[in-house]
């Protein structure tokens, strides 16, 4: 099926931190945007997001709160995969990406 990917911001953040990234989006549709699904690619992400109808020309948000204790350090990528009900059938997918420093012990 035809996917459409949204880059978001890079994070940094150092172990046993939650960080919140923030994807912002306008319905440039005539019609009301309604998100039927949306859905983190992994455990570490948890995802929020606009509920109920976003009128043409409206804004929505997608927060996506990513734990680094669930990750591991070093370089991440993220998914977040976003249904709708959009006429073309389009999954969407948000990424973040970052680097979660090792932790230091004493």
Do not use: M, W
């Amino acid at each position: 099926y035809p996917r459409h990917t949204s880059n978001g911001p890079g994070i940094s953040c150092n172990p046993r931190y939650r960080t919140n990234i923030l994807f912002e989006f306008t319905n440039t549709g005539a019609n009301p945007l309604y998100l039927t699904e949306v859905k983190p690619g992994c455990g570490c992400t948890v995802a929020d997001y606009t509920k109920g109808a976003i009128p043409a020309g409206g804004k929505g948000n997608i927060t996506a709160s990513f734990d680094s204790n669930k990750s591991h350090p070093g370089t991440v990528a993220k998914n977040i995969f976003v249904t709708a009900n959009t006429s073309n059938g389009i999954t969407h997918t948000l990424t973040f990406n970052g680097e979660i420093q090792q932790l230091k012990t004493p």
